[in-house]
């Protein structure tokens, strides 16, 4: 069974940081591309960040492109989502997710091309 867990979420004011952690436990997530998305209460889940299995390729959404940043430790089996420069639009769920890749270049975009999901946490920004 794969599980996903994220952390690091919490609540933070205008211009603040906050870095999430994915731990993956069920299977390597050397194979894994891995994604990043949220959702703000009464919207759609909005893609936010993804990241190739080997690290090499990474694609931001619109709303975060140069403010947030998508790593991987592959050893350690977990992704991260480094968000600074918070924004009061920053608020919602947030969602790791996890899919096998097909090579180490592919990253994915799509929540339908996910077949692994976290169970969200919390991050609220303050103005």
């Known amino acids: 069974q794969v599980l996903l867990v994220e952390s690091g979420g919490g609540r933070m004011q205008t211009g603040g940081s906050l870095r999430l952690s994915c731990a993956v436990s069920?299977?390597?997530?050397?194979?894994?591309?891995m994604g990043w998305f949220r959702q703000a209460p009464g919207k759609e889940r909005e893609f936010v960040a993804a990241?190739?299995?080997?690290?090499?390729?990474?694609y931001y959404g619109n709303s975060v492109m140069g403010r947030f940043t998508i790593s991987r430790d592959n050893p350690k089996n977990t992704a991260y989502l480094q968000m600074n420069e918070l924004k009061p639009e920053d608020t919602a769920v947030y969602y790791c997710?996890?899919?096998?890749?097909?090579?180490?270049?592919?990253?994915?975009?799509?929540?339908?091309?996910?077949?692994?999901w976290g169970q969200g946490t919390q991050v609220t920004v303050s103005s």
């Open positions: 997710a996890a899919r096998a890749a097909h090579n180490g270049l592919y990253y994915y975009t799509g929540d339908t091309d996910y077949n692994y």
């Open positions: 990241i190739s299995s080997s690290g090499s390729t990474t």
């Open positions: 069920g299977r390597s997530v050397s194979s894994c591309a």
